[in-house]
C-alpha cells in the first residue's frame, strides 16, 4: 500500500473547514488565530510549490477585526475562515494579473461579485492563487509568477487552470479554495492534487461580470473533502437578481444533503466515453477498483455510455467563441504578451463562421438529450478527470497517453468537455493514490442543476475509497 507523505504544520491547518466553522461559531477560535496558522503554512511551504503568489496579511486582519458576534442564520456562514481567491478574479484593493504580464500591476477597485458574496458571508481572502496565462491551460504556469509544482511529487505537474488553488489546499495553506472551469480547470487540479473540485450549473453561483449570458465558465469550490466541498458551495450559492442565469439556492443546503447521502448509488462507468477520449491503462485500472469499492457498499455499477455526437467540434466551437469574446477584445497591450496557445484559441474563434455557430448550438442541444435521457438509469455519469498521471511540470501539456498520440493542448483534456456542452454539474473527487504515490481523481457528472445528488454520489465515493486524503507537506523532487 502507497504510504501518504507527511505533515507537519499547524494542527488548526489540519482540520476540516466545517469544523473550523463549527469551533468558530463556539469562539473556541478567533479569525485571527487561523491567520496566523494559515500565513504560518503559506510562508512554509510557498518556496516549494508557488501556489499563492500574491497575499494580502493586512486587508485581511483588518476583514477579520471587523466580523462581528452576531451569526447569521445562513448555511453558507464562514465567520471568519481564511479563503483563498483564483487570480482570475478580482479583489478590492489587491493585485490581480490574471497571469498575464499586460496586468501585472493591476489592483481593482472593486471586488468580483462572487468575492464580495464570500466576505459578506465571512469568508477572509488571505490571498490569490496562481493560474496559467487567463485561465489557458491545463498546467499552471505564467510569465509573472512562474509554475506552481504539484505538492504530490513537485517535479510533476499541478493541473490548471486552478493549480494554485489545489495546492494551496493540499499543503494546508487555506480550508477553502475558490476556483473556476470551463475545460476541466477546477477538475484536473483537483484530481492532480488529492482534493474536491467541483464545477455547478451555470448560475448556481454568480459568473462573469463581462459575458453574462455564457453558460461554458463558471465559477465554483474546491476543498479537502465533500462535505466541506457542499459548505462552500453554499456559502457561494444564492440568486442574486442582477445575474441573468441567476438560480436560487436549495431549501436543503447542500451540507445537509450531503449528511443524507445512502450508499445504493447507481453509477454508469465510461472509461473512455464510446472512444471519444484516450485513457491509460493504469488511469482505467485505478477507476474500476475504486468503483469495485463503492459496490462493496452497495452500489450498483454499469459500464455504459451515452452517445455523444460531434462532442469535441462541439465543444471546441462553443470555447474559441468565449476566448474571442473575451481574452480576445482585451486592449493590444495586453495580447501582445499571450503565449502561443492562447492566441492560437482566439484566432480560431475569429475564425469561425455563422454555420458553425449553428451547428454547435444543435448539436449541444442533441448531446444534453441523449446524456439526460440516459441518466434516467443512474444517479451520475463516472469517467476519467484526465485519462493519465501528473507529467513533467515543465511539460506545457503531454503528447501521447500510452503511445497514443494527442494532437493539441487540448487533447488530453477531453474528458472535460461533456460538463460545460451540456451544463450538467460534475464533481472530481479523490479515490486514493497511484503505485507512484500521486493522487487518483473519478469524475462525476451528475443530472442538470441537481447538485445536491450529485454532491452525495461524491460523498459515498469518497467514503468508500478512504476517504479525504488531508494536507501534506511537499514532497520535493526538483
Same mark, same amino acid.
Not at 489557458?136 to 505538492?151: D, E, H, I, K, S
Not at 489545489?166 to 494546508?172: H, Q
Given at each position: ?54 497575499? +494580502? ?10 466580523? #462581528? ?10 465567520? #471568519? ?57 491545463? =498546467? ?18 499541478? #493541473? ?9 489546499? @493540499? *499543503? ?23 482534493? /474536491?473540485?467541483? $464545477? ?23 476543498? $479537502? ?23 436560487? @439556492?436549495?431549501?436543503?443546503?447542500? %451540507?445537509?444533503? /450531503? ?6 448509488? $447507481? ?6 466515453? =464510446?472512444?471519444?477520449?484516450? /485513457? ?12 469495485? %469499492? ?31 469574446? #473575451? ?8 495580447? $501582445? ?10 484566432? %480560431? ?33 463516472? +469517467? ?30 477531453? !474528458?472535460? !468537455?461533456?460538463?460545460?456542452?451540456? *451544463? ?31 454532491? %452525495? ?17 511537499? /514532497?520535493?523532487?526538483?
Amino acid at each position: 500500500m502507497t504510504t501518504k507523505p507527511g505533515y507537519s504544520g499547524n494542527p488548526l491547518s489540519a482540520l476540516a473547514a466545517h469544523e473550523i466553522v463549527e469551533l468558530l461559531r463556539r469562539r473556541e477560535v478567533s479569525p485571527s488565530e487561523l491567520l496566523d496558522a494559515a500565513f504560518e503554512r503559506i510562508e512554509t511551504v510557498e518556496p516549494a510549490v508557488n501556489a499563492m503568489p500574491t497575499t +494580502c496579511r493586512a486587508r485581511a486582519e483588518s476583514r477579520a477585526a471587523s466580523i #462581528g458576534a452576531a451569526e447569521p442564520n445562513h448555511p453558507g456562514w464562514l465567520g #471568519g475562515l481564511p479563503i483563498a481567491i483564483k487570480d482570475l478574479s478580482e479583489v478590492a484593493g489587491v493585485r490581480t494579473t490574471f497571469g498575464t504580464e499586460g496586468f501585472a500591476d493591476y489592483v481593482p477597485q472593486q471586488s468580483s461579485a462572487h468575492v464580495t458574496r464570500l466576505e459578506e458571508r465571512g469568508g477572509i481572502v488571505v490571498g490569490k492563487t496562481n493560474t496559467p496565462e487567463m485561465g489557458a491551460g491545463g =498546467n499552471t504556469f505564467n510569465a509573472v509568477f512562474g509554475m506552481t509544482r504539484n505538492p504530490w511529487d513537485t517535479s510533476r505537474n499541478a #493541473g490548471g487552470s486552478s493549480g494554485g488553488a489545489a495546492v494551496s489546499l @493540499a *499543503t494546508g495553506e487555506v480550508w477553502l479554495s475558490h476556483g473556476s472551469d470551463l475545460a476541466g480547470s477546477l477538475r484536473t487540479p483537483a484530481a492532480f492534487c488529492g482534493v /474536491v473540485g467541483f $464545477r455547478p450549473s451555470p448560475g448556481i453561483v454568480t459568473g462573469s461580470e463581462v459575458l453574462r449570458f455564457h453558460t461554458e465558465a463558471v465559477q465554483g469550490p474546491m476543498a $479537502r473533502s465533500v462535505r466541506d466541498c457542499a459548505l462552500f458551495l453554499d456559502a457561494m450559492a444564492g440568486f442574486d437578481p442582477s445575474e441573468p442565469l441567476s438560480w436560487p @439556492a436549495p431549501d436543503t443546503s447542500y %451540507q445537509q444533503s /450531503v449528511l443524507e447521502a445512502d450508499q445504493k448509488v $447507481r453509477i454508469a462507468y465510461a472509461p473512455d466515453l =464510446n472512444g471519444f477520449a484516450s /485513457v491509460s491503462a493504469e488511469m482505467d485500472m485505478h477507476l474500476r477498483q475504486a468503483l469495485s %469499492q463503492v459496490e462493496t457498499l452497495g452500489g450498483l455499477v454499469e459500464e455504459d455510455c451515452p452517445e455523444l455526437p460531434d462532442l469535441e467540434r462541439t465543444y471546441r466551437t462553443l470555447r474559441a467563441m468565449l476566448w474571442a469574446a #473575451g481574452p480576445g477584445r482585451a486592449p493590444d497591450a495586453v495580447q $501582445r504578451h499571450f503565449k502561443h496557445t492562447l492566441a492560437d484559441n482566439i484566432d %480560431q474563434g475569429r475564425k469561425l463562421e455563422a454555420d458553425d455557430i449553428y451547428d454547435a448550438q444543435i448539436a449541444r442541444s442533441v448531446i444534453f438529450s441523449n446524456t439526460v435521457e440516459f441518466l434516467r438509469d443512474f444517479d451520475v455519469l463516472a +469517467c476519467p478527470v484526465v485519462g493519465l498521471m501528473p507529467g513533467p511540470v515543465e511539460e506545457e501539456f503531454p503528447h501521447e497517453i500510452d503511445d497514443e498520440p494527442l494532437v493539441d493542448y487540448l487533447d488530453w483534456l477531453k !474528458f472535460s !468537455f461533456l460538463s460545460p456542452t451540456t *451544463t450538467l454539474p460534475s464533481v472530481s473527487v479523490p479515490v486514493g493514490l497511484s503505485k507512484s504515490g500521486l493522487p487518483v481523481g473519478l469524475q462525476l457528472i451528475g443530472h442538470p442543476r441537481d447538485e445536491a445528488r450529485l454532491l %452525495q454520489v461524491a460523498q459515498v465515493v469518497e467514503m468508500a475509497t478512504g476517504g479525504p486524503l488531508g494536507p501534506i507537506d511537499p /514532497v520535493v523532487r526538483h
